[in-house]
């Protein structure tokens, strides 16, 4: 065989691809498409090896179309222009054009507007595949004018279902016992063109005796999981670990962030994210939190990996497991709100200092309480500028630490209400 065995198991209809059902199953996009015989320009998101060539060429199989095949890694402009003269012809001629442009996210803002006036006048009909999200990555005027359909990994029925059809395309069985091709399916992390590669790899060697899940692993790499550091991946990864500990799934925060270590992100990223979410969700209903983030932050970078590790660990499972709060975040948020809004009003006389003779003479510092020196540790003197009145933004929730904190803002209260109530003059 000249050609890699997943080309030439390449499938020719729809009805011949494996899994996809949200898009090939009844009343799927795709599958509508097929049925009207009227295909509608198209953007296929999904990880490598889930499909997106595969039910293009399909696709224009099914309705009788000439597949043109593009990657915008190696084409430019003029590449495109070529492409859509060659079409236009084909037109004339009686042919529609089904264009596929794999990676259509590598093009840029220039050679993606170049698509629009051929797919508004009908020159071909587009499917582009891309692994990007494509509202990042794509232009609106394009993504405008497209469908987009989102692919998902294959499961591992889906991929076992690939290697019973290897075997019967090349007429031969696996060397692998049946704990091994569950155990090669589960490796294969939804990748189909990996498995048809490692199949045949395996169909080549000529393996004496049926190979166990142990010697499976010994002799085939296993794929590596999808990490892109600054994409897609990525912000869905730390989202997980963000959003899994806010909900206390301390569990699920272990695993998510273990997904990003083993995928190769930046452990000093995810340390700042962690340190965030320790003022941003917690805040004062666990003061450690911040002190914890920032201990293991630089445990992980005195010690680094694998012994830094346990830090991390450490840090994510304290945060899991420490009471949420949003006060501070919240106090934070409705203080800028106030002085946006009150501009460049000036803070009272009684607690700015007075340097000079002439600023005690405009009042400067008049009136001052020296707060530690009264008997409750509390003067009760205002602090806000005068023409604005008091207001109240940090609003301390009844969880963890923040409980005392609420105690003590209540006792002040009551204390300055105390304070600064009218006097009453007794009469005989």
């Known amino acids: 065989m000249t050609r890699p065995l997943a080309d030439l198991m390449r499938p020719n209809t729809i009805d011949d691809v494996v899994g996809q059902t949200n898009l090939l199953g009844e009343n ?27 039910i293009a060429r399909a696709l224009a199989n099914s309705v009788d179309m000439d597949f043109v095949p593009m990657s915008a890694v190696f084409s430019d402009t003029a590449d495109i222009k070529k492409t859509m003269d060659a079409a236009r ?13 794999d990676e259509i996210h590598r093009f840029n803002k220039t050679q993606q507007d170049t698509l629009l006036p051929y797919l508004e006048d009908g020159t071909v009909t587009f499917i582009g595949a891309t692994t990007e999200n494509p509202s990042f990555n794509l232009n609106n005027a394009l993504l405008s004018r497209c ?19 290897a075997e019967e395309f090349c007429e031969k069985k696996l060397p692998l016992d049946d704990a ?13 063109r990996f498995l048809l590669n490692t199949v045949e790899y395996l169909f080549n060697a000529n393996f004496n005796d049926p190979l166990t899940p142990d010697t499976l692993v010994g002799v085939v790499q296993k794929r590596s999981p999808l990490s892109d550091k ?12 963000h959003k899994s500990l806010r909900a206390s799934d301390t569990d699920a925060a272990l695993y998510w ?8 992100q930046d452990p000093m990223y995810i340390f700042r994210r962690l340190t965030r979410f320790a003022v941003e969700d917690i805040g004062l209903a666990d003061p450690n939190a911040l002190q914890i983030a920032i201990a293991a932050w630089s445990a992980y970078e005195r010690l680094g990996s694998p012994e830094g590790d346990l830090a991390l660990t450490q840090l994510v499972i304290y945060l899991g497991t420490a009471p949420k709060s949003i006060g501070n975040y919240r106090a934070q ?33 008049a009136g001052y309480i020296y707060d530690p020196d009264t008997e409750n540790g509390f003067s009760g003197q205002n602090c806000f500028p005068e023409s604005m009145g008091r207001q109240k933004f940090y609003q301390p929730v009844e969880r963890g630490f923040e409980r005392e904190i609420k105690k003590r803002l209540e006792y002040w209260d009551t204390l300055r209400q105390k304070i600064n109530a009218p006097k009453t003059s007794s009469t005989e």
Not at 35 to 50: H, R
Not at 147 to 165: A, E, I, K, N
Not at 230 to 241: F, M, P, R, T
Not at 334 to 358: D, E, H, Q
């Open 230 to 241: 600054h994409g897609d991946e990525h912000y869905n990864l730390i989202s997980a670990v």
């Open 28 to 54: 799927g996009l795709v599958r509508r498409m097929v049925e009207n015989q009227k295909l509608s320009n198209l953007i296929l998101w999904g990880p490598p090896g889930c499909g997106k060539t595969t």
């Open 147 to 165: 469908h987009v359909g989102v692919l998902q990994p294959l499961d591992s029925s889906d991929l076992l279902t690939l290697m019973s059809r």
């Open 333 to 365: 948020k409705a203080a800028y709100a106030a002085a946006r809004a009150t501009g460049s009003l000036m803070p009272p006389k009684n607690i700015l200092n007075a340097p000079t003779k002439m600023m005690k003479n405009l009042g400067y510092n």
């Open 89 to 101: 012809m084909n037109h004339d001629l009686g042919r529609n054009t089904l264009l596929f442009i």
């Open 257 to 264: 962030t273990a997904r990003m270590m083993t995928s190769g």
């Open 180 to 192: 091994a091709r569950i155990h090669l399916a589960q490796m294969a992390d939804g990748d189909a």
